[in-house]
């Protein structure tokens, strides 16, 4: 069993920057797909980041935060992150981790996620 606790969510202006951290417990290791997802309220969940550990830690963005936002990850603190930049007040959300083994261009039900952090950007 994997837990997956999010901190560092908060209000910020336009232009500002939020570092998002996501501090996993069990099985971590195990799971090769790691990501950022968001969702506004009204709207659909979406990706933000993705890593993989299996590819070469490769990252994969939505377009949408390409540019503005990197995914990294410490895997001696188990600890996930997301370090937020430019941001908009379309990026007020609430902001999720998750994590999952196998296939990860598609998030299984089986995906462990976190309770959410939330980010709100004003203009």
């Known amino acids: 069993q994997v837990q997956l606790v999010e901190s560092g969510g908060g209000s910020v202006q336009a232009g500002g920057s939020l570092r998002l951290s996501c501090a996993a417990s069990g099985d971590f290791y195990s799971l090769n797909c790691r990501g950022w997802f968001r969702q506004a309220p009204g709207k659909e969940r979406e990706g933000v980041a993705q890593?993989?550990?299996?590819?070469?830690?490769?990252?994969t963005y939505a377009d949408s935060v390409k540019g503005r936002f990197t995914i990294s990850q410490d895997n001696a603190k188990n600890t996930l992150y997301l370090q937020m930049s430019s941001l908009k007040p379309q990026d007020t959300a609430k902001y999720y981790c998750?994590?999952?083994?196998?296939?990860?261009?598609?998030?299984?039900?089986?995906?462990?996620w976190g309770q959410g952090t939330q980010v709100t950007v004003s203009s």
């Open positions: 890593i993989y550990t299996t590819t070469a830690g490769t990252r």
């Open positions: 998750a994590a999952w083994r196998g296939y990860c261009f598609t998030v299984p039900t089986s995906a462990f």
